[in-house]
């Protein structure tokens, strides 16, 4: 066992005291503490003593820049020379690029019927190569004095589950005992096997580019020997805004002899200690006295403060001996956007000059969408709380991948707490410092010569309530009573631009404009036209690929037919944005099998020339398309009402949203006091709005099925 174990009670109460300890922190030239400059170098032994100028052996085995990232778990192996390592943690959709297995063990340099770099992994045979051979860390080995440690490496890559994720059973390593008895027996056989780690590197589509970087060897530290360590990872790019960081320590050896022994990372509050409980057994528990291997990993991000040239990485030891066997480390610029929702990295870390994102929830590694929306105050035009968290929902179950793994969209909706019936503050969740009430006009603007909507009087509304901070992150919208007196009872509108092309970037303002509909536009309506609007923000038509409207077969919101009442799908109305798209040909319509069976699960509506009228029906097929109540054979019919038999294709609108807001997001320029947008000053060409009348010749069939 290890040697100083054996001494008085008095020093394990030392080692408490000065348990085994790691340090990091980066810096441009290292520790100010040199041999050069001894007047800055604490009097006791610690992570930036003297004693941490001493720099380990540990060697860059392998460094890989890629979009992904790196897991690494370990599992105790003493006394059994087997165990069990579950990987859960790999991102859904990742591949493995990369994996390592790196282990060590205390014993003679030669021993008969022993391989050191053997064993096998799911039943498959590995082989490793000898990466460091340390000084013994204070074992007394029954019958060869205290003999080295050795540390192996071998590419598993091949090994591995497909995707990373699942068990992976360890047999067949070195092991003088292997019935899985009490280390702390007083019996020593050697080899005495430390236990294993499991390094997966992983690349992932969506993942933020990534660089990995593993070191390994074999430095034993403390009990003799010197009591801190170093390791300089140089060559980081962190000149910039500091992005996603994070790095593991593999140390063996360790062991707790003291219930409750401390830990210190320097400069945090985050415990990492040599003291062998990070790991399980190869019996799935925890030796009384430690199980000789750690595996710590942990988040450097708020650590990094550019510019930095390198990290150091300190191990140190006091009383007991631990082996530094490897250490991993990844880092990413935080210029980069890693989710694609156009905010970088840095901003949905620590926040913009503006606003604090992290503390409403932007995750660097998750798609954030925020919207900032203010209300005139003369009629209650908001939407009630239960419709703004379906429009959460909707946007949180959206079939978009993250390099988190997850899908779905968090979008943000600040109202300043207010919500339908409920003042400012009431709700903390839509309460992100900005959306307040404006004064109560007929109508928001005016119209140009041209028919077309003229934004002067939203802007001025908009300057004097939206900070300018916001435009590189927030979309901006009013509630409104009505828009131009002109425009009749148009639901809404979108400020965005002309041609298409420009109109597919997307725009960054919209207006709900819902005065003039009974109710001022029930609940339901509100949230569909809210959502519409939006639609158009993130570059989505009213036609999918085109803007020819009332598609039967374009199942989004987007489309009036199911704008104000929801898309039809697996028996509940749905305010959501299209996720196949059905193409049909108004001059060959199939109406046994009507949509497709891509549809099914959803209903539709369509019109009807011969009676003028909209039909429903509550399933994708049959369809009886020309509306002679039966369904069979191909028939020819006008089914979204232009007068025109055309081909009409559709969009799936998640696959294809934009979040650049025309430009405007993800650009965090000084605007100045005017707070104008890239859009600000266009006019939108009219590409047909909602009004009441459209929406009431249909709305009477909302709840009907297959009736004209």
């Known amino acids: 066992m290890k040697l100083f174990v054996r001494v008085f009670f008095t020093v394990l109460v030392c080692a408490a005291l000065l348990a085994p300890q790691a340090a990091v922190f980066a810096q441009d030239s290292g520790p100010a503490c040199t041999d050069q400059n001894p007047a800055a170098c604490p009097q006791e032994p610690?992570?930036?003593?003297?004693?941490?100028?001493?720099?380990?052996?540990?060697?860059?085995?392998?460094?890989?820049?890629?979009?992904?990232g790196y897991v690494a778990h370990g599992v105790s192996m003493r006394n059994t020379g087997y165990g069990t390592i579950t990987v859960n943690d790999v991102p859904a959709g990742a591949k493995v690029a990369k994996a390592f297995l790196l282990?060590?063990?205390?014993?003679?340099?030669?021993?008969?019927?022993?391989?050191?770099?053997?064993?096998?992994?799911?039943?498959s045979a590995i082989t490793g190569s000898l990466v460091g051979t340390g000084s013994n860390p204070r074992w007394l080995v029954d019958g060869y004095g205290m003999p080295p440690i050795y540390a192996f490496r071998a590419d598993v890559t091949s090994r591995m589950i497909k995707g990373g994720n699942g068990t992976y059973n360890l047999t067949g390593f070195a092991s003088g005992i292997t019935d899985g008895r009490d280390p702390f027996n007083g019996i020593f056989t050697a080899p005495l096997?430390?236990?294993?780690?499991?390094?997966i590197i992983y690349s992932q589509t969506e993942g933020p580019l990534t660089t990995v970087k593993i070191y390994n060897g074999a430095t034993t530290t403390g009990g003799g020997k010197p009591q801190n360590l170093h390791l300089a990872v140089t060559g980081i790019n962190t000149g910039e805004i500091s992005g996603l960081t994070k790095?593991?320590?593999?140390?063996?050896?360790?062991?707790?002899?003291?219930?409750?022994?401390?830990?210190?990372?320097?400069?945090?509050?985050?415990?990492?200690?040599?003291?062998?409980?990070?790991?399980?057994?190869?019996?799935?528990?925890?030796?009384?006295?430690?199980?000789?291997?750690?595996?710590?990993?942990v988040d450097l991000t708020y650590l990094v403060t550019p510019p930095e040239n390198d990290f150091w990485f300190t191990v140190n030891s006091v009383q007991d001996g631990v082996t530094w066997i490897g250490q991993v480390v990844s880092y990413a610029s935080g210029n980069q956007d890693s989710d694609g929702d156009k905010l970088k990295d840095a901003w949905e870390l620590f926040g913009t000059s503006g606003d604090y994102?992290?503390?409403?929830?932007?995750?660097?590694?998750?798609?954030?969408?925020?919207?900032?929306?203010?209300?005139?105050?003369?009629?209650?035009?908001?939407?009630?709380?239960?419709?703004l968290r379906d429009i959460v929902n909707v946007f949180a179950d959206a079939p978009i991948n993250n390099p988190d793994g997850t899908t779905g969209i968090n979008i943000h909706i600040d109202t300043g707490g207010a919500a339908y019936g409920q003042p400012a503050g009431t709700y903390a969740e839509f309460n992100l410092g900005g959306g307040?009430?404006?004064?109560?006009?007929?109508?928001?603007?005016?119209?140009?010569?041209?028919?077309?909507?003229?934004?002067?009087?939203?802007?001025?509304?908009?300057?004097?309530?939206?900070?300018?901070?916001?435009?590189?992150?927030?979309?901006?919208?009013?509630?409104?009573?009505?828009?131009?007196?002109?425009?009749?009872?148009?639901?809404?509108?979108?400020?965005?631009?002309?041609?298409?092309?420009?109109?597919?970037?997307?725009?960054?303002?919209?207006i709900v404009s819902m005065g003039s509909w009974p109710s001022m536009g029930y609940q339901d309506e509100r949230e569909g036209t809210f959502t519409h609007e939006l639609g158009h923000n993130l570059g989505l038509r009213h036609g999918g690929n085109d803007h020819t409207n009332w598609k039967p077969n374009y199942l989004s919101v987007m489309n009036y037919y199911y704008q104000t009442w929801g898309v039809y799908r697996d028996g509940l109305w749905q305010y959501?944005?299209?996720?196949?798209?059905?193409?049909?040909?108004?001059?060959?319509?199939?109406?046994?099998?009507?949509?497709?069976?891509?549809?099914?699960?959803?209903?539709?509506?369509?019109?009807?020339?011969?009676?003028?009228?909209?039909?429903?029906?509550?399933?994708?097929?049959?369809?009886?398309?020309?509306?002679d109540r039966s369904t069979g054979g191909t028939v020819r019919a006008d089914i979204n009402g232009d007068g025109r038999f055309t081909a009409l294709n559709t969009q799936n609108n998640w696959a294809s949203i934009t979040f650049a807001g025309?430009?405007?997001?993800?650009?965090?320029?000084?605007?100045?006091?005017?707070?104008?947008?890239?859009?600000?000053?266009?006019?939108?060409?009219?590409?047909?709005?909602?009004?009441?009348?459209?929406?009431?010749?249909?709305?009477?069939?909302?709840?009907?099925?297959?009736?004209?």
């Open 357 to 387: 994102l992290p503390g409403y929830g932007a995750d660097p590694l998750h798609k954030d969408l925020f919207v900032e929306a203010d209300y005139m105050t003369g009629h209650d035009h908001l939407i009630a709380y239960d419709y």
């Open 436 to 510: 307040n009430g404006v004064t109560e006009d007929t109508y928001l603007g005016t119209t140009n010569a041209y028919g077309e909507y003229d934004w002067t009087d939203f802007q001025a509304i908009k300057d004097d309530n939206f900070s300018y901070y916001r435009q590189g992150v927030f979309h901006y919208m009013i509630f409104a009573h009505n828009l131009a007196s002109s425009m009749g009872g148009t639901s809404g509108i979108s400020r965005n631009g002309w041609p298409d092309s420009t109109f597919a970037k997307g725009a960054t303002d919209f």
């Open 193 to 199: 096997l430390d236990g294993a780690t499991l390094i």
């Open 576 to 627: 959501d944005y299209s996720r196949i798209a059905p193409s049909l040909n108004e001059s060959s319509l199939n109406e046994t099998t009507g949509l497709g069976a891509i549809a099914a699960g959803y209903g539709l509506r369509w019109y009807c020339p011969s009676l003028d009228d909209d039909w429903f029906s509550s399933v994708y097929a049959p369809v009886d398309w020309n509306c």
């Open 103 to 123: 282990w060590s063990l205390v014993g003679p340099a030669k021993m008969a019927g022993f391989y050191y770099n053997k064993g096998k992994i799911n039943g």
């Open 662 to 708: 025309g430009g405007g997001i993800g650009t965090l320029a000084d605007y100045g006091t005017t707070g104008l947008s890239m859009n600000a000053l266009m006019l939108t060409k009219p590409t047909g709005c909602l009004t009441y009348e459209d929406a009431a010749e249909f709305a009477e069939h909302r709840f009907f099925t297959d009736e004209p």
């Open 46 to 68: 610690g992570p930036n003593s003297m004693d941490a100028q001493a720099s380990t052996n540990l060697k860059l085995a392998y460094s890989k820049t890629l979009k992904g």
């Open 247 to 297: 790095s593991t320590f593999i140390v063996a050896e360790g062991q707790d002899y003291i219930d409750d022994a401390g830990g210190l990372f320097f400069d945090t509050n985050m415990g990492v200690i040599w003291d062998g409980h990070s790991v399980l057994n190869g019996l799935g528990g925890i030796w009384d006295g430690g199980n000789f291997l750690d595996v710590h990993t």
